[in-house]
Structure formats: C-alpha cells, structure tokens
T-cell receptor, first 114, second 115 residues
Framework: AQSVTQLGSHVSVSEGALVLLRCNYS??????LFWYVQYPNQGLQLLLK??????LVKGINGFEAEFKKSETSFHLTKPSAHMSDAAEYFC????????????FGAGTRLAVHP | ETGVTQTPRHLVMGMTNKKSLKCEQH?????MYWYKQSAKKPLELMFV???????ENNSVPSRFSPECPNSSHLFLHLHTLQPEDSALYLC??????????????FGEGSRLTVL
C-alpha cells in the first residue's frame, strides 16, 4: 500500500533562513506528488505538484520541490523564510489511474521566529 | 461564488442531535470527498463520490451518512455522534481520472464539537 512519510512533525527556522521540509513516499510506481499548506482555521491550499514532467517543481510563495526517484523523496524548500510561512504543510501522493484518492503525510508544522 | 464552500464553519452538537454539513463546489468537478482532520492524526479519507456514485467508504461508522444529490453538492449527515468525532471536516473536489493530474481543491472546513 502506498504511504507518505514526513520527517519532523515540527520545524522551526529563523526569518530569512532556508526552509526544508522532508517527504518520502512508498510506491512501486512513481506517483503524482503534492504539497499543500494549511493556515490556522482554514482548509488546505495547493502549493505545488509533481506530475512526471520536470523533476524540479516551482510553486506559489517562493516554494519549490524536487522529485528524486532514487531516494523516493519530494522535499519542499524555500530559500528564505518569511513570518507568513508559518503554517502546517502536508505532502500527499496519488497513484496514476483511478479517481483522485490522495494519501497524506502526517504534516509538518513550520514555525518562523524573528 | 468560487471554489469549494462549506457550511457551517463551526458546529456544536450534543450526542443525541442530528445535524448536517454541507459542501458546494463551483469548479465544474465531478468527484467530491470528505476528509476528517483530528488533532495529532493524519488526514483521514472518509468518503469519495465520483459522478454522484459513492466509490469509497473507508470503514466509517454508520453515524456518518454521506449524500451526493448532484455533482456540485455533498452532504454529511450526523447523528448520535461521540465526543471523539470532534474534528475538522474537510470537503474537497476534483476532476475524475484520465487527463486530470489529481489535485484536490479543498473547502475551509467545518469545525465540529460534540459535547
């Protein structure tokens, strides 16, 4: 069965520092991969997605992620954190074919301090 | 109206009440989903409707009853809930498979508290 693992339930960075949120997937077939962000008391908003085109994917708010098949990873990065990036981030995977059933990781809460 | 709209945003109910959550999407999608988000637990997929047919029911207790009268509307009927059912219930929509890349579009959620 497909699964998604996010290493680190909490990550704390200084404003202006690099953000790195880790995601690994378990699948014999490279899936479609997604990063979502959730601000307090809101739903999930798509940050970016990988759909087997370019392995380096750029998303909104300056985030990007790189698909590495050999490492079964899809880590999310941002060169310089902003206070407004504080939120919870979810990695998700979907197997090609079938309806759009997404399997989510447990989430990583990002704190940004001055 | 745009995107996915959920009402009510907040709901408090007793264990013997009957209430419903409503979801409406204005994106022309034909698949809709209910997810449960509890504190310190991963998002749990509850139900999936594709072309108004239920295609997935992830062992959800019968006190949760979904209804999809058309491709734009999805309901979650609630009755005799337990305190552990308190959570954020998220509705999402998407296109169906084929040319779709699979992302879900989420509403802002309905925060349910069961007393």
């Amino acid at each position: 069965a497909q699964s998604v693992t996010q290493l680190g339930s909490h990550v704390s960075v200084s404003e202006g520092a690099l953000v790195l949120l880790r995601c690994n997937y378990s699948s014999s077939v490279p899936p479609y991969l997604f990063w979502y962000v959730q601000y307090p008391n809101q739903g999930l908003q798509l940050l970016l997605k990988y759909t087997s085109a370019a392995t380096l994917v750029k998303g909104i708010n300056g985030f990007e992620a790189e698909f590495k098949k050999s490492e079964t990873s899809f880590h999310l990065t941002k060169p310089s954190a902003h206070m407004s990036d504080a939120a919870e981030y979810f990695c998700a995977a979907r197997s090609p074919g079938g309806y759009n059933k997404l399997i989510f990781g447990a989430g990583t809460r990002l704190a940004v301090h001055p | 109206e745009t995107g996915v709209t959920q009402t009510p945003r907040h709901l408090v109910m007793g264990m013997t009440n009957k209430k419903s959550l409503k979801c409406e999407q204005h994106l022309g999608h034909n698949a809709m989903y209910w997810y449960k988000q509890s504190a310190k637990k991963p998002l749990e997929l509850m139900f999936v409707y594709s072309l108004e047919e239920r295609v997935e029911n992830n062992s959800v207790p019968s006190r949760f009853s979904p209804e999809c009268p058309n491709s734009s509307h999805l309901f979650l009927h609630l009755h005799t809930l337990q305190p552990e059912d308190s959570a954020l219930y998220l509705c999402a929509s998407s296109g169906t498979s084929g040319s779709e890349t699979g992302e879900l579009f989420f509403g802002e959620g309905s925060r349910l508290t069961v007393l």
